[in-house]
């Protein structure tokens, strides 16, 4: 029955119905390949909207939850990343095509699939792309990460395992069934079940099959480990208990409607389970299979949630309710603006949920809560010298417990190590600071460390950091390298590069410039890994409007470390000033992609006044002098209703514009660098970068004489020049660009 099929191994999702799938991923469980869809922890009711994301578009899969930083696919092929504390974007950007899987994680990479077939590895701290993978098919099953095996599993039956390093692939194997839902891992097992109905079981190591279960109906579930059993579902209602080793029954037992989620354990020994199954959400014994309560619900596609002796799943009326585990019984409810779309997160005492209108919502108990964070994300320390971590402790003003703060993750090669908290307690809200010294016959070591913060009411928290003990902290410098004062009008090149580089397979960096002096052009690889383009993947976006820019290469295999430049930028000086070039969320990476080391300091440009361009006209003669030449127009300007209006090609063209016509809609565009400047003939109304509003004094364009007229102030203004009117001669000068 199996043809040949791969494995690909990544972090825990979950899936829901109709070819969406979600994940349930928070920080706790992100390590287990089991999917056990459970966590010990109580949480404290009721809870608080704390913040709201917006992520403009229907998020889907799961959220991911690592340290401070969530993480969210959408439904168009987004993914972001914000601050768990507060909300702040840390980075988003588009992949190639549509998401309907699950992405999945490690401590430093997001792991996305696409409808496309394309498998992406993400630095969580910029977005940047460390590799892609092309595995020929669909993709809409969850991604699962099991060591260094990512699993990703074709929607025709090719199931992949691919190396997280790289993305190559370490073994294929095909089975005979379409693959729409996530696998879990039991005992070095891969299980996976196909749409026709069937739960298969191979190895997880080399791929190769090892038995298969027939189901009575067709399925969408996901199948989830207990001890002994791998416990399905069907769309006819069944639930059946597998034998994880054998592949016989154990049981099975019909619950009302198809199975339309993942199940999750419901209670703290893992006596019970629940499911999605239709309209309800039912429970049941997770050795027998005896159905102990169900809760109606309008619809249920996302997993439900298992806390301590609680579960949460989507309610009626796009409301997110929290049960007791035994009973059933509604214990709380919290209204969200539309449908839940995505599977629940939980992390540091949030509960975060994805919604079908684009919000994330951020859920925190009202009494005695608090967040944790520390920074810097990636500490340096050198022999004989000493690292400050600033430990941030977050609270609403009213809280005032006492917090206990310890530290863990210090390998035994690192016990001479001094490392201290001071104050070691906090009441309320405040700041403490890791101190870290390290003697001098240290030896080079690299690790995570983990804070643990605890409350007087019992909340624990944490947060962690990657601590580097090198020879020396000139090592792995990020450097701007261009002149330190250009000419406003000119275009000029930045050269980003990495000094006293060691071990370094991957570098990226967000580079933040000021958008009002600078507009990007383009990026091109630097020499970092040589000419030769096919042994390095280079990868880079921008955001025009908040002036962030992501650059990024990566050595294609593990090799020796680049030394120069990753990337040459280029920009206009769009007028002058000072301003500063700095780095944000730099990620320096060794062969396996573990973050190592690094450090940045920021760059000062000074621009200049530049040359400028004057441009004169005159009403109602067919000429316009460009400095001190002089050249024929199609057409005089006019005067309508107080309004210059100017036959519109060659002065845009002037101000480094281009026009474009749309016959179909009468409409002029007009495009230059980051700016779309929409006018419609004869409507008062234009668009400036899809924002609508009013052009001065209603006056539209026309058409006269077949040329088409624009408002002269408006468009020369918008298009960053200054516009003089001399109403004794009724001449216009135009200087470009404004320095004002």
């Known amino acids: 029955m199996a043809k040949r099929l791969t494995t690909l191994t990544l972090i825990f999702v979950f899936l829901f119905s109709f070819l969406t799938t979600l994940q349930a991923n928070w920080n706790e469980m992100q390590r287990s390949a089991a999917r056990e869809g459970y966590i010990q922890g109580r949480e404290v009711h009721p809870l608080d909207i704390t913040f709201t994301y917006s992520a403009n578009d229907e998020v889907t899969g799961s959220i991911i939850v690592v340290n401070d930083s969530v993480m969210y696919t959408t439904r168009n092929g987004w993914v972001g990343s914000f601050s768990l504390m507060n909300g702040k974007e840390y980075w988003k950007r588009r992949l190639d095509s549509a998401i309907y899987s699950s992405a999945t994680s490690s401590d430093s990479e997001l792991y996305v699939a696409t409808k496309s077939g394309k498998v992406y590895s993400l630095s969580q701290a910029n977005g940047a792309i460390l590799w892609k993978t092309d595995v020929g098919v669909p993709v809409k099953a969850p991604l699962m990460r099991f060591f260094r095996y990512l699993y990703a599993l074709g929607e025709d039956g090719s199931v992949y395992s691919l190396n997280s390093f790289d993305g190559k692939t370490i073994w294929k194997n095909e089975v005979n069934g379409t693959l729409l839902t996530a696998p879990c891992i039991k005992s070095n097992f891969i299980y996976f079940v196909s749409r026709e109905g069937k739960l298969f079981c191979l190895d997880a190591y080399n791929g190769r099959f090892q038995w298969e279960f027939e189901m009575n109906y067709t399925s969408q579930s996901t199948p989830i480990p207990s001890t002994e059993i791998i416990v399905v579902g069907d769309d006819n209602g069944y639930v059946y208990g597998v034998d994880f080793i054998k592949g016989t029954s154990y049981f099975d037992k019909p619950l009302k409607g198809s199975i339309t989620t993942p199940f999750s354990f419901g209670y703290f020994d893992r006596r019970m389970m629940v499911v999605g199954n239709g309209n309800t959400y039912a429970a049941f014994g997770s ?64 509960i975060l949920v ?78 403490a600071q890791l101190i870290i010294e390290a003697p001098e016959d240290t030896q080079p070591e690299e690790f995570r460390v983990t804070i643990h913060a605890i409350s007087q009411s019992g909340k624990t928290r944490k947060t962690s950091s990657v601590l580097a003990i090198q020879p020396t902290k000139e090592r792995n410098q990020f450097i701007f390298a261009t002149e330190d004062q250009v000419e406003a009008g000119k275009d000029f090149e930045i050269d980003v590069l990495i000094h006293h580089a060691v071990n370094v397979r991957s570098a990226q960096t967000l580079i933040q410039f000021c958008t009002d002096t600078m507009f990007f052009h383009r990026a091109d690889p630097g020499d970092f890994f040589g000419e030769m383009e096919e042994n390095f993947f280079f990868d880079h976006y921008v955001d025009q409007d908040k002036g962030k820019l992501m650059i990024s290469m990566t050595r294609n295999d593990i090799s020796s470390s680049g030394e120069g430049s990753i990337a040459r930028l280029y920009f206009r000086a769009r007028k002058p000033g000072n301003i500063t070039l700095d780095f944000i969320q730099p990620s320096v990476r060794d062969s396996f992609l573990r973050e190592i080391g690094w450090s940045a300091d920021p760059f000062e440009i000074e621009i200049i006044p530049g040359v400028q361009k004057i441009i004169k006209l005159m009403i109602g003669q067919p000429y316009i002098h460009i400095d001190s030449s002089r050249y024929e127009l199609d057409a005089p300007p006019v005067i309508q209703q107080g309004r210059t209006l100017v036959p519109v090609r060659r002065i845009a063209e002037e101000l480094e514009a281009t026009v474009s016509w749309d016959a179909s809609e009468e409409k002029v565009t007009l495009e230059r660098f980051d700016k779309i400047i929409e006018l419609w003939i004869g409507n008062p109304i234009c668009r400036i970068n899809g924002v609508e509003q009013n052009l001065p004094s209603d006056v539209p364009p026309v058409i006269m004489k077949n040329r088409t007229f624009l408002p002269l102030r408006f468009v020369a203004e918008s298009l960053d020049s200054q516009v003089e009117w001399f109403s004794d001669t009724q001449k216009i000068r135009i200087i470009y660009p404004s320095y004002e």
């Open 287 to 350: 050795a027998n299979g005896n159905i102990m309560w169900s809760q109606s619900v309008d619809n249920a596609i996302v997993p439900p949630l298992g806390t301590g002796d609680k579960i949460w799943f989507p309610g009626k009326n796009n409301k997110l309710v929290m049960v007791d585990s035994f009973s059933g019984k509604i214990g709380y409810e919290v209204s969200l603006s539309s449908q839940p779309s995505s599977a629940m997160a939980i992390s540091n005492g949030r």
């Open 354 to 431: 994805g919604t079908k209108g684009g919000e994330i919502y951020s859920l925190a108990p009202k009494e005695n809560d608090f967040i944790t964070r520390m920074k810097p994300e990636v500490g340096i320390v050198v022999p004989g010298g000493t690292l400050v971590y600033d430990i941030e402790i977050n609270a609403k003003e009213d809280f005032n417990d006492i917090v206990r703060l310890s530290i863990t993750g210090f390998p035994c090669s690192c016990h001479a190590v001094r490392r201290r908290i001071e104050p070691a307690m906090i009441e309320g809200k405040g700041t």
